[in-house]
């Protein structure tokens, strides 16, 4: 099965610097990568995705960037804000038998100190 | 409101004592799942369900049960909870796609089995 993993497990980041985190995945078949935010005591509520005909995806300060080859795709956040604290976690989908089968990362704890 | 709803919020429970996490949506969603989240486990998938009357067994499903009786409805039994079990359990749901689509997260329920 599809195995993901996720660095950093913790980011610490000045305010208005930006955050880098990383995964990589196992199933050259994932198609589907979204990555959601988890503020504490809250959902997971997706931020952004992307799709494996996609490189890159931006939308205001945060970006997603998907290597195929390299099986790796990453999270970017520029010019941080006190309210981007939060888990952070990024998936991979795989179409498993008429349905998508979604693996998790293990999610990063991102603080940002004002 | 599109919603995705789970009760309880809270349970505290004892070992052996059956009990169920009821979880609707009102998004006309095919596809359920549910989760549970540890820390440095991230989010793993226990069951999940295609349509009324289809599921299937996640990654971690021993100890659980579901059922879809009806599209909106997606219940997680827990027949003879261990201390195990003790876990933030998250209900999602979405449309269906080969290509993956957006989950839609419950607020979660937090069971501690003693």
């Known amino acids: 099965g599809e195995n993901v993993e996720q660095h950093p497990s913790t980011l610490s980041v000045q305010e208005g610097d930006s955050a880098v985190i990383k995964c990589t995945y196992s199933?050259?078949?994932?198609?589907?990568f979204p990555w959601y935010k988890q503020e504490l005591g809250k959902r997971p509520q997706l931020i952004i995705d992307i799709r494996s005909n996609v490189g890159e995806k931006k939308d205001q300060r945060i970006a997603v960037t998907l290597n195929k080859t390299a099986k790796h795709f990453s999270l970017h956040i520029t010019e941080t804000q006190p309210e981007d604290s939060a888990v952070y976690f990024c998936?991979?989908?795989?179409?498993?038998?008429?349905?998508?089968?979604?693996?998790f990362g293990i999610g990063t704890k991102l603080q940002v100190i004002p | 409101e599109a919603q995705v709803t789970q009760n309880p919020r809270y349970l505290i429970t004892v070992t052996g004592k059956k009990l169920t996490v009821t979880c609707s949506q009102n998004?006309?969603?095919?596809?359920m799942s549910w989760y549970r989240q540890d820390p440095g486990l991230g989010l793993r998938q226990i069951y999940y369900?295609?349509?009324?009357?289809?599921?299937d067994k996640g990654d971690v499903p021993e100890g659980y049960k579901v059922s879809r009786k009806e599209k909106r409805n997606f219940p997680l039994i827990l027949e003879s909870p261990s201390p195990n079990q003790t876990s933030l359990y998250f209900c999602a749901s979405s449309f269906p796609g080969l290509r993956g689509n957006e989950q839609f997260f419950g607020p979660g329920t937090r069971l501690t089995v003693l």
């Open positions: 199933d050259s078949a994932s198609n589907y």
């Open positions: 369900s295609m349509n009324v009357e289809v599921t």
């Open positions: 998004m006309n969603h095919e596809y």
């Open positions: 998936a991979a989908s795989t179409n498993s038998g008429g349905y998508q089968k979604v693996t």
